[in-house]
């Protein structure tokens, strides 16, 4: 696997993958790589020729009470699970790189997809991740981004970008890796102490029984976010953040009931985030079909 931490040497590969008319594949990450990143490059691997893989704690997405500092980073052993999964290319870069002297353009998205949920706990963060994400885009000139599902907010925001923007890369966004006990995989779950660990997959059980309601014929969206509500505040150790119905790509919420014909569900995405201490933990499970 090839290493590249230069602005100009991954702009020179980009120009040498489209020269070749080679596709290529590229998976943004932040690093402290787990198995949810795997499944992205080997998606990525059976569908493109060349695999990236970007490792880059961006600080214009963390505010200035956030984990930037803490956030877990493991360069090394990063680099060997890449391998492994057969990663071509890990370009990663330093934040004064990135953002030079003089940068002073931004992507800031405007609109109920931005606004609310984690656009509204986290100020500034989904114009953080806009703006690199866009960077990321251009530098390699990938024709698939990958994105995991778990982060649903961040996949339809970023969707919408390169719908509003023209961006010709197509937006990939994948199933939630799942531990065995169902808590989604995520790089902060290291944060957690034995016994906030032991509580977190409660977030998917509530998100399940959220779904076993829609299933059972429940179609009121205040029930059902007030039950999911009622389940996530029951976690030991845990403090709910946000519990909601949304449509999964506006992300707005529904309100009362969930549309659909002949008795079957529309679109409709339960959102669950929930303070273990510091951490934050985000899950979410579409309500209107089976599978993560
Ligand atoms: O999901 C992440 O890891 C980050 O938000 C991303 C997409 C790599 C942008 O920094």
């Not at 505010?63 to 052993?77: M, T």
């Not at 199933?175 to 660990?197: F, I, K």
């Not at 009121?220 to 946000?242: C, H, K, T, V």
Request: glycine share 8%; proline share 6%.
């Amino acid at each position: 696997m090839r290493l590249v931490t230069a602005i100009e040497t991954i702009g020179k590969l980009r120009d040498e993958n489209r020269r070749a008319g080679r596709k290529v594949g590229l998976v943004p990450t932040m690093g402290a790589l787990h198995d949810g990143h795997g499944s992205l490059v080997r998606k990525a691997r059976a569908e493109c020729e060349v695999v990236i893989a970007s490792i880059f704690v961006n600080p214009l997405q963390f505010g200035p009470k956030e984990d930037f500092e803490q956030y877990p980073r493991d360069l090394e052993g990063d680099r060997a699970k890449l391998e492994s999964w057969g990663c071509d290319v890990l370009f990663t870069t330093s934040p004064s790189a990135m953002y030079p002297n003089g940068f002073q353009t931004f992507v800031t998205p405007e609109g109920p997809l931005s606004a609310e949920f984690d656009g509204a706990v986290r100020p500034g963060h989904f114009k953080g991740v806009a703006t690199v994400v866009l960077k990321l885009l251009n530098l390699t000139g990938c024709d698939i981004a990958y994105f995991g599902r778990k982060d649903a907010q961040q996949c339809a925001l970023i969707r919408r970008m390169a719908l509003d923007l023209n961006v010709p890369s197509k937006i990939s966004v994948c199933p939630t890796a799942r531990e065995q006990d169902g808590l989604a995989m995520s790089s902060r779950n290291v944060y957690l102490t034995p016994a906030q660990r032991a509580a977190a997959p409660n977030i998917y059980k509530a998100l399940l029984a959220a779904r076993a309601r829609v299933q059972g014929g429940e179609r009121d969206a205040l029930q059902i976010r007030e039950a999911l509500a009622r389940d996530l505040a029951a976690i030991e150790g845990g403090s709910p953040d946000y519990a909601d119905v949304v449509d999964p790509d506006s992300f707005e919420r529904i309100q009362q009931k969930i549309p659909g014909r002949f008795g079957a569900p529309a679109p409709a995405l339960a959102i669950a985030v929930v303070r273990f201490g510091s951490t934050r933990l985000l899950d979410n499970l579409r309500l209107d079909e089976d599978g993560s």
